[in-house]
């Protein structure tokens, strides 16, 4: 069966970096799509960002574009999160999920998440 | 890239139906049939229910249904259950290439 999880959460300063991690395992990972999805205290579920099976494109919402780097490495099975330039507002629990085995457009399989707090 | 909307809470009592909206654009949901709709509970995973308007992943019920009309999405649950009260988020993919979620609804199963 499916199984993501992700490490690397933790408390950072403003303006501080951090990486995530997602290690994937029960399916074929270089042939899918990955996804990193994030939902602040109190608020919704909000995609961040999204890279094709092979790496070849990547795509971001606005408000981490320039500061956040997703990227994959397939012979460890393992999607990251390069975060920099953090912000109070980057707060979340931040999910790593696999595109759709049917909707392709769709998010099928999730991890458990893991914390990142954005203070000074 | 603003979030779809959703009504912030529903209800109902065991055994009636409601359904939870999600608008959108002709940029997002009315431009594509790639709307998905997640279920929530607190601390855990969101899980997948319905993928490209109207399809159930395999194992999930018949009693979760989803339709669209327009720039309009939608979420049918009939014969509520207590085990229904979650969260509920849409998603759409957009023509930016990009994906967008709804704000969530809260589903309080009376």
């Known amino acids: 069966q499916v199984q993501l999880v992700e490490s690397g959460g933790g408390v950072v300063q403003p303006g501080g970096s951090l990486r995530l991690s997602c290690a994937a395992s029960g399916f074929t990972f270089s042939s899918y799509g990955m996804h990193w999805v994030r939902q602040a205290p109190g608020k919704g579920l909000e995609w961040v960002a999204f890279i094709r099976f092979d790496g070849s494109d990547k795509y971001y919402t606005d408000s981490v574009r320039g500061r956040f780097t997703i990227s994959r490495d397939s012979s460890k099975n393992t999607l990251y999160l390069q975060m920099n330039g953090l912000r109070t507002e980057d707060t979340a629990v931040y999910y790593c999920?696999?595109?759709?085995?049917?909707?392709?457009?769709?998010?099928?399989?999730w991890g458990q998440g893991t914390l990142v707090t954005v203070s000074s | 890239q603003s979030a779809l909307t959703q009504p912030a809470s529903v209800s109902g009592s065991p055994g009636q139906s409601i359904t939870i909206s999600c608008t959108g654009t002709s940029s997002d949901v009315g431009g594509y049939n790639y709307v998905s709709w997640y279920q929530h509970h607190p601390g855990k995973a969101p899980k997948l229910m319905i993928y490209d308007v109207s399809k159930r992943p395999s194992g999930v019920s018949d009693r979760f249904s989803g339709s669209k009309s327009g720039n309009t999405a939608s979420l049918t649950i009939s014969g509520l259950q207590a085990e229904d009260e979650a969260d509920y988020y849409c998603?759409?993919?957009?023509?930016?290439?990009?994906?967008?979620f709804g704000g969530g609804t809260e589903l309080t199963v009376l």
């Open positions: 998603n759409s993919y957009t023509t930016s290439s990009t994906w967008v």
């Open positions: 999920a696999k595109r759709g085995d049917s909707g392709i457009y769709s998010f099928d399989s």
